[in-house]
């Protein structure tokens, strides 16, 4: 069960165990959905196993239950999203396709989830277990940068918490079978009352390194004008062996081909963090959220980046998640043209 909440908090800006279970839904009255979301990704070099999964239970919608997973391996890959009703007991959420097993709740290095993935692709039986363990502290979003959750307008109480991870398990796909030793990666947790086509509505970024004695990381939900003059709200942090510590300035750039370029932190304490992109590990394209084809059925489309990164302290893995939102319903308020010059509306 949940720890009580006398065990809240190990410091400033750490989330407490309870955030890691779903969340009591805390008004009925309310008429958007709630969402308690569990994110997981990792690419484990040796093994070229590259893995997302994007869970989410929602406590006044039905079937209750969305869930993304995304595998690849060499020439392989899974890509589904299913509906169904969630299976969730003391430690465990999920479905007959994906669960999440929480075996220790904390948000520090003794952080450990064991996801199970079991499908079938092209007659060949797919299965999936990984044990996430943390790598130093996560950070709570709403304490350590607080103004960087969006509020409003079809969203509203929401929770985030972020953490690096580093994995360990197998994958079996048909006859063969690969050992994960080497996975990096991370795990994002999210809860709250919020409507999809709310969230990104001009996308978002994000993005988590494993440097040689710390992690970093970065969110932002991007600006509708790049030009504009309005300040963007961004959260950016550094958790190391002590603690979590917020960044005071920074860049992001991408390349022309619109992957990871360049990241740079400055924090108060004086650190700072420079990489470049040394090369593209793997990727991985997935839907965020589905739009509801209604209104402006918008989408979101997330680009998962793994990369490898130079730094002044030396080699560095990370994966840079890009969300881009689309218009599913492509032909909205548009109008047919015709040869002789009449268009229907």
Not at 121 to 133: P, S
Not at 147 to 162: D, F, N, R, T, V
Request: glycine share 10%; net charge negative.
């Amino acid at each position: 069960m949940p720890p009580s909440a006398q065990t809240r908090r190990l410091s400033p800006g750490v989330p407490g165990p309870e955030d890691e279970f779903p969340h009591a839904l805390p008004d009925s009255g309310i008429e958007l959905p709630y969402k308690d979301t569990w994110m997981l990704c990792f690419h484990d070099v040796p093994a070229d196993v590259t893995v997302l999964v994007h869970l989410t239970l929602s406590a006044n919608r039905l079937p209750g239950l969305r869930a993304t997973v995304g595998v690849r391996h060499g020439g392989r890959s899974l890509q589904e999203t299913v509906y169904d009703t969630p299976v969730a007991d003391a430690d465990t959420v999920g479905c007959g396709m994906v669960t999440v097993r929480i075996l220790n709740p904390a948000w520090t290095p003794d952080k450990h989830l064991q996801l199970t993935v079991r499908h079938r692709v092209d007659g060949e039986d797919v299965e999936l277990v990984a044990d996430f363990r943390g790598r130093y502290f996560g950070v709570d979003s709403n304490v350590l940068t607080p103004g960087l959750i969006p509020s409003g307008e079809g969203i509203q109480q929401l929770g985030h918490a972020e953490q690096a991870c580093t994995v360990t398990g197998r994958l079996r796909w048909g006859g063969d079978e690969v050992e994960i030793n080497a996975g990096n990666g991370y795990r994002d947790r999210s809860w709250g009352f919020r409507k999809s086509d709310k969230m990104a509505v001009h996308g978002y970024a994000f993005a988590q390194v494993h440097l040689p004695e710390a992690t970093c990381g970065l969110l932002s939900w991007r600006h509708p004008d790049s030009q504009s003059s309005a300040a963007l709200p961004v959260g950016a942090w550094l958790s190391d062996a002590d603690g979590v510590y917020a960044a005071t300035d920074g860049l992001l750039h991408l390349s022309a081909t619109g992957r990871g370029h360049r990241l740079a932190l400055s924090f108060a304490d004086g650190r700072s963090v420079d990489l470049t992109t040394r090369s593209v590990l793997s990727e991985l394209h997935y839907p965020y959220h589905e739009p509801e084809m209604s209104g402006p059925a918008l989408g979101t489309l997330c680009w998962d980046q793994h990369l490898a990164f130079d730094s002044a302290d030396g080699p560095c893995v990370g994966v840079l998640n890009i969300g881009t939102p689309f218009v599913a319903d492509v032909l909205r308020h548009s109008r047919f043209c015709t040869p002789d010059g009449s268009a229907t509306p």
